[in-house]
């Protein structure tokens, strides 16, 4: 049975409403929950060999997005913080930005761009550790155009229901005050673990 992190620590993170917050890690229990009950209802068909139903065929398909909402949900959470670790140049991380996008500020203005983009979904910086490469990626929904295998070091949640409650239709501001409380420390433990692995 997976269990959902307590992200009540970000309650007061600048930039984001209580109330916002709190609205927002409800939505991220019920991928918990429905993850739990999809995996144990797979199990059960499996049992009673229902494989072959369209039944099975549909809960396999909505596992991912279930799956995919509490993982994204984590990693987004995760890299918030009150007090944030800015990103050193010395670090693996900075550098491979520069490498790979000129500069830090470059990078920042291709994410930001990249979580602009019109539609639902997700902005995500993304490493490919067998091209020693990184992206910034555009992600439609929880379980669709993901880079296959890559580690995820930072993502961005632009789901109406991240910002709407704070910035109404403004998602640029959300951006921004996202931006604000990136915890570089996390990303840049993240990146290491990533090309160790």
Do not use: C
Request: hydrophobic letters at 45%.
């Amino acid at each position: 049975m997976y269990q959902a992190q307590n992200f009540d620590h970000l309650l007061g993170l600048p930039g984001f409403s209580d109330d916002a917050l709190s609205t927002h890690f409800a939505l991220y229990q019920g991928y918990i929950t429905n993850t739990n009950k999809l995996s144990d209802l797979l199990a059960a068909m499996r049992n009673e060999g229902k494989t072959a139903t369209p039944e099975y065929a549909e809960l396999k398909r909505r596992f991912g997005w279930e799956f995919n909402g509490m993982r994204l949900h984590e990693h987004y959470f995760g890299a918030m913080a009150k007090a944030v670790t800015p990103l050193s140049s010395e670090t693996p991380l900075y550098q491979q930005i520069v490498k790979d996008f000129g500069s830090f500020e470059v990078w920042q203005q291709d994410f930001v761009a990249t979580a602009a983009i019109r539609g639902i979904g997700w902005a995500i910086l993304y490493y490919d550790p067998q091209a020693n490469r990184l992206f910034n990626v555009w992600v439609n929904e929880h379980d669709l155009g993901h880079l296959g295998s890559l580690p995820l070091l930072l993502n961005l949640d632009v789901f109406e229901h991240a910002f709407m409650l704070d910035y109404g239709t403004k998602r640029v501001d959300y951006i921004a005050a996202f931006m604000k409380v990136v915890d570089w420390g996390t990303v840049a433990n993240r990146f290491a673990g990533a090309r160790l692995s």
